[in-house]
C-alpha cells in the first residue's frame, strides 16, 4: 500500500458528537430560529427609530447604508 493510503486507513475516527445527525442539527436550527426571530425584531425596531428621524439614513431603503437591499419581515432580502 501506498504511504497515503495506509495513513488514511489508520487516521482515528470522527468523534460521534460532531456527525451531522437530526438530534444534533434540530437544537442548531431552534437557535437558528431563536436568532432570525431577535434579528427581525432588531430590524424592526431600527425600522421605526428611523422613520421616527424622518427616514434619511437610508437603512434598508436604497440609501448609502442600506445599499438598496431591503430585508423584509420574512427575512428574505428583497432588491
Request: glycine share 18%; proline share 6%; hydrophobic share 40%.
Amino acid at each position: 500500500m501506498s504511504a497515503s493510503l495506509s495513513a488514511s486507513m489508520s487516521a482515528p475516527l470522527p468523534d460521534p458528537k460532531l456527525a451531522m445527525t437530526p438530534e444534533n442539527i434540530r437544537p442548531l436550527l431552534e437557535n437558528a430560529r431563536e436568532v432570525q426571530a431577535k434579528i427581525l425584531e432588531c430590524l424592526a425596531e431600527l425600522r421605526g427609530l428611523v422613520d421616527g428621524y424622518g427616514g434619511g439614513i437610508g437603512i434598508g431603503g436604497g440609501g448609502a447604508v442600506g445599499a438598496g437591499v431591503d430585508v423584509g419581515m420574512n427575512g428574505d432580502a428583497e432588491r
